[in-house]
């Protein structure tokens, strides 16, 4: 069962958000994989930038919505950032090396995988972006298996 969902933190700015990426980035290990739910324009994509920012990926991250995915490394990482939201059916996922790639060592951030209940790993952590009245957004987490339970206690001592 997926742990109940904890708000992790509220944002005012794009940055904010990104700073708050940052933190997590300093708590990810080779393998994990985070799944990004909320609205069009909620932040994941913000989000996942400061993430290769805290992993040192120098690379402009820019939305992967017409690529599908895209990856940058450096000497010692690797950063798998998806978007399925242009994706049409689960078997494009084979197509695109989807379970390979979640595999293959590095650390994966994936938006839009609530469209396909196949592209669910054993084991994520689940961050929810909630756009507020005000336009701040709040980010909840919530870990499903033993791994990323670990993932979101590190990055609650973290912040
Ligand atoms: P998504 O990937 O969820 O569709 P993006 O990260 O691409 O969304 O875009 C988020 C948009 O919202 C950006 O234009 C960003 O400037 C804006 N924004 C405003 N406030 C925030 C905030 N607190 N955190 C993240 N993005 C914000
Ligand atoms: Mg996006």
Redesign the pocket.
Known sequence: MVSDSTCIGQ????????RLAETLAACLHPGDVVL?T????????????GVARGLGLDDQVT?P?FNILQSYENDVTELHHF?L?RLEDDEELDDIGYFEVLEDGGVSFV?WAEKFPEAIPDDYLQLT?I?EPD???TVEAAAEGDRSEMLLRAWREEL
């Not at 909320?38 to 930038?49: E, I, N, P, W, Y």
Request: glycine share 12%.
């Open positions: 944002t005012d700015t794009p940055d904010e958000t990104k990004l909320g609205d069009l324009g909620a932040g994941k994509t913000q989000f996942v930038q939305s919505t978007d939201y938006e972006f756009v336009g701040t957004r």
